[in-house]
């Protein structure tokens, strides 16, 4: 790591530091080796809301599939997208 590293300029904004940071080589500024592990227990992850056009027979079938588990059935399409995108990357990295 280099022994001189620059200083960080102060940010009036996200916005600003987001450009800074887009066109300046982070490791000049931070000294990744005294990085330490950073745990966000609150942190929630961003998420979007979008259409979904089913027939009215895959939505009645997924509403009685989350029902037997008792999740909201948004909930359940997204367990399941979930578990499709876990095996799709497992296939991908055999």
């Known amino acids: 790591m280099k022994e001189h590293l620059k200083k960080i300029p102060e940010f ?7 450009e800074f940071w887009d066109k300046h080589d982070s490791t000049e500024y931070i000294d990744y080796k005294k990085a330490g592990k950073v745990v966000f227990p609150e942190l929630q992850m961003s998420t979007r809301v979008i259409s979904l056009r089913l027939t009215e027979s895959m939505l009645n079938e997924i509403k009685s599939l989350a029902h037997k588990n008792d ?4 909930t359940y399409i997204k367990v399941l997208l979930l578990e499709q995108l876990k095996r799709n990357r497992l296939k ?3």
């Open 12 to 18: 009036t904004n996200e916005e600003e530091e987001r």
């Open 71 to 74: 999740i909201p059935y948004q």
């Open 92 to 94: 991908k990295a055999s």
